[in-house]
Every structure is written in C-alpha cells, then in structure tokens.
T-cell receptor
Framework: TQLLEQSPQFLSIQEGENLTVYCNSS?????LQWYRQEPGEGPVLLVT?????EVKKLKRLTFQFGDARKDSSLHITAAQTGDTGLYLC??????????????FGQGTILTVHP | ETGVTQSPTHLIKTRGQQVTLRCSSQ?????VSWYQQALGQGPQFIFQ???????GRGNFPPRFSGLQFPNYSSELNVNALELDDSALYLC????????????FGPGTRLTVT
C-alpha cells in the first residue's frame, strides 16, 4: 500500500510570514502534483513536478521535488489572506495496480490571519 | 475551453437507495477519474475510465460502478447506499491513461441519511 504523508495537518499564521508544507512517501513517484482546494469546491491544480531535484516557482510559491522522487515541499513566501485554503499533494505511481490513480495526502489546512 | 462539470451539486439519499452522479470531461480529454473525499481528508481514488474502459480501481466495493460514454463523459453509480458513503464525490479529467495531471470538477456533495 502506497501512503503519502503530508505535514503539518494544520497551519495558522499571520499575513507576511513564510511557511513550508511537506509531502513524503516511501515509494517513488512518476510525477507529483500540488493542488489547492476551497471549501465546497474541487481541487485546483497548482503545479506538476516530474524530475528529481526539480524546483518550480509560481509567484510567491516554490515547489521542490526530492532527488529520489519520494518527497516534495511547498514553500510560500510572505503569505497573504488569499492563500487560505486546503493544500493537497498527490502522487502518481507508475505501473502495477497503482496505474491510473493519484494518491493524495491528507491535506494541510492553511489559515492566514490579517 | 470548457472545464470539468458535475451534476447534481448536492444530493440527499436514504440508506439502501441507489444514486447516479454525472461528469462531463474537459474538452480534449479522454480520461475520467472518480474520487471520494470525506470531510477533512484528501480524496480517495475510486476508479478511472479511459476510452470507455475501466483503467484502474481503488479499494472500493463492487457496488461502486461506472461508465464512460463515447463523448468521454462519465457516470458513477453507487448501489445499496450506506451512511459512510456520505462525502464529496469528485470527477477529474485528463489526457491519456495514468495518474498524471488531472483537472477536477466542483464535486457532488452526497448525504446519506
């Protein structure tokens, strides 16, 4: 069974602070996605990382994929109240019985206070 | 470009009943995946359909079944509803088989009483 552990589960910070969310697995991913979800809505894709060691930036968000493709992190610089939401990492494992599915972490609920 | 749409938005059913949820994939996408998301949890994979055939299934009982149509839209059917089936059901579309980039619809909130 492939498990994807995401931490922390909850994060409550003040506007302007920095934060990092972690996503770890014992298995190798063929690709990993980060999503953001608002209450009552579906997850919205933020980024896909594929290559070990890859770093992608999306404005104030920096995504990193581990060299061994087993872990990833999301770093937000100078958080804003609009960043509030549920952040999910999801990994795709190549082949075998896992084919076709994304395995999601349990999510990080981020609250940014003004 | 049309995004992923799902219907209905909300649904209330009684234990033991059957339900059908519908999903229209994003234009140009030929693959649909279904997920169940309990409150406060990440989505759990139910199954995926690629070109009208099931292409991978998660740990859900056979009373969860699906279809994909020639226009790549899809249905999720759940028989003999149980209280624990109450959740947000998400449909995601993608291009090609596998677990790569998937684009989600807004979901259907199912409540079983």
């Amino acid at each position: 069974t492939q498990l994807l552990e995401q931490s922390p589960q909850f994060l409550s910070i003040q506007e302007g602070e920095n934060l990092t969310v972690y996503c770890n697995s014992s298995s190798v991913f063929s690709s990993l996605q980060w999503y953001r979800q608002e209450p009552g809505e579906g997850p919205v894709l933020l980024v896909t990382v594929v290559t070990g060691g890859e770093v992608k930036k999306l404005k104030r968000l920096t995504f990193q994929f581990g060299d061994a493709r087993k872990d990833s992190s999301l770093h937000i610089t100078a958080a804003q109240t609009g960043d509030t939401g549920l952040y999910l990492c999801a990994g795709a494992y190549a082949g075998g019985t896992s084919y076709g599915k994304l395995t999601f972490g349990q999510g990080t609920i981020l609250t940014v206070h003004p | 470009e049309t995004g992923v749409t799902q219907s209905p938005t909300h649904l209330i059913k009684t234990r033991g009943q059957q339900v059908t949820l519908r999903c229209s994939s994003q234009s140009g996408h030929n693959t649909v995946s279904w997920y169940q998301q309990a409150l406060g949890q990440g989505p759990q994979f139910i199954f995926q359909y690629y070109r009208e055939e099931e292409n991978g299934r998660g740990n859900f009982p056979p009373r969860f079944s699906g279809l994909q149509f020639p226009n790549y839209s899809s249905e999720l059917n759940v028989n003999a509803l149980e209280l624990d089936d109450s959740a947000l059901y998400l449909c995601a579309s993608s291009l090609g088989r596998g677990g790569g980039e998937q684009y989600f619809g807004p979901g259907t909130r199912l409540t079983v009483t």
